[in-house]
């Protein structure tokens, strides 16, 4: 898992520990969650020296990804929302439960958590759970391995449905 953890920092991802065999942030090494993500070596070197078998984190502050539950059904609405449009190369890992991960750089907009049931939206101090992590119900692994495809920006169709609202502007203020 460290040396996992030590590429995708090599990548310029920042990474945490995660509980082993699960996806929370590991409490006793990072209290503060995914906000002590990082990309540096000695730091790395350090949590999975005390946690070894610590699942790796990583931070979403320069990705988009777009998390297809399995258990929701999140490919098959993934793949009725998307057909007929092109859907770019992109990173893909499948995660432990049959789900996918599907990796994009992040837009520098405001973005919705959800564009359907089933269907996440993880970006900034969000993180996913990466290969070769581990739990009960199996493991991650990349089914489009990072590296292989560059992670490309959003396609326009798919800013707009991420992209998060501008809040309706306040009400004028009565005149007195």
């Known amino acids: 898992m460290m040396r996992a953890a030590l590429d995708y920092a090599a990548r310029g991802f920042r990474v945490l520990p995660l ?38 984190g990583v931070r979403c502050d320069r990705l988009l990804v777009i998390d297809l539950d399995a258990r929701h059904d999140g490919e098959a609405k993934w793949i ?27 837009p520098d907009f405001a973005c919705v958590g959800k564009i359907a049931q089933g269907v996440d939206v993880l970006t900034g101090f969000r993180y996913f759970v990466a290969a ?26 798919l800013a707009n449905m991420v992209r998060r609202p501008a809040p309706p502007a306040p009400a004028p203020l009565p005149r007195s």
Request: charged share 20%.
């Open 132 to 157: 070769p992590s581990v739990r009960a119900e199996g493991v991650y692994r990349w089914d489009v391995p990072l590296g292989s495809v560059q992670i490309p920006d959003l396609p326009e169709w």
């Open 19 to 56: 509980e082993p065999n699960g996806k929370t942030p590991l409490a006793s090494l990072v209290r503060h969650g995914s906000h002590q993500a990082t990309d540096d070596h000695q730091t790395i070197g350090y949590w999975w020296s005390k946690a070894p078998s610590a699942n790796v």
């Open 80 to 106: 009725e929302m998307t057909r007929g449009l092109r859907v770019p190369s992109c990173p893909v890992q499948r995660t432990a439960t049959g789900g996918l991960h599907l990796l994009f750089r992040r």
